[in-house]
């Protein structure tokens, strides 16, 4: 972005695979501001925008490639309150549909003979 408040897009940079986003196009003596504008599934999006000049102190050095980390905030789970664990009701309900119909065909044989 060209601005501090991220209303003015220059570039729209997409990470690859590795979560990288590569720059190459920035020109020296600019000023830019870089923002997450979408974050992992089950990560939330950082609201931090970060200010890059490309100035002398930028290329100082032996590498012109600098890093920003955007660290990665799992989304909060949401619970319900409600813990029960649903297996249990299914074997009951289960076992008991069982039961019931050997009952039955109880009857039916007692009733035949």
Known sequence: ???PECTQPIKEVKTGKDGIAHFDDIK???TVYIKET???VGYELSDEVVK???DEDWISGDKETRIIVYPDQP???ITTGDHTNML???IL???SAFVLLISLKMR???KAA
Do not use: E, M
């Open 1 to 3: 972005y060209s601005d």
């Open 28 to 30: 020296f003596g600019s």
């Open 38 to 40: 979408s974050a992992p």
């Open 52 to 54: 890059v000049t490309i």
């Open 75 to 77: 989304t909060p789970t």
């Open 88 to 90: 249990v009701y299914v």
């Open 93 to 95: 309900s289960l076992t």
């Open 108 to 110: 039916k044989s007692k």
